[in-house]
């Protein structure tokens, strides 16, 4: 066991993770840990910007690989900061 959320028990040393801290973590763990220089298997550019504002209208595929391929990650969470600070800015008009 890796760490645990929330009120359980501390076991053998292991700290209590929040989930701000488990967030980031999973944010670096996806951005480096799964280099593919190549490019291999990777949606194209206009599959990744409709996960990023239609997410159900995406194959699970897409997500799946997203998950597993550090450079889509990347730029998947890239074009969900745009489509949020577009969301943000049509608000405050």
Same mark, same amino acid.
């Not at 593919?36 to 409709?50: A, D, F, I, S, W």
């Given at each position: 066991?890796? !760490?645990?959320? !929330?009120?359980? &028990? +501390?076991?053998?040393?292991?700290?209590?993770?929040? %989930?701000?801290?488990?967030? $980031?973590?999973?944010?670096?763990?996806?951005? $480096?840990?799964?280099? +593919?220089?190549?490019? %291999? !298997?990777?949606?194209?550019?206009?599959?990744?910007? *409709?996960?990023?504002?239609?997410?159900?209208?995406?194959?699970?595929?897409?997500?799946?690989h997203v998950f597993h391929c550090?450079?889509?990650?990347? %730029?998947? *969470? *890239?074009?969900? &900061?745009?489509?949020? &600070?577009?969301?943000?800015?049509?608000? +405050?008009?």
């Amino acid at each position: 066991m890796v !760490g645990t959320v !929330g009120k359980k &028990a +501390n076991r053998a040393g292991q700290g209590v993770f929040s %989930e701000k801290t488990l967030v $980031k973590f999973m944010k670096e763990h996806l951005s $480096k840990d799964y280099p +593919n220089p190549r490019r %291999e !298997g990777c949606p194209p550019k206009l599959t990744l910007e *409709r996960l990023a504002k239609q997410p159900h209208q995406v194959d699970p595929s897409v997500a799946f690989h997203v998950f597993h391929c550090s450079p889509c990650y990347k %730029e998947c *969470r *890239r074009l969900l &900061a745009r489509v949020k &600070a577009k969301t943000r800015g049509s608000r +405050n008009r």
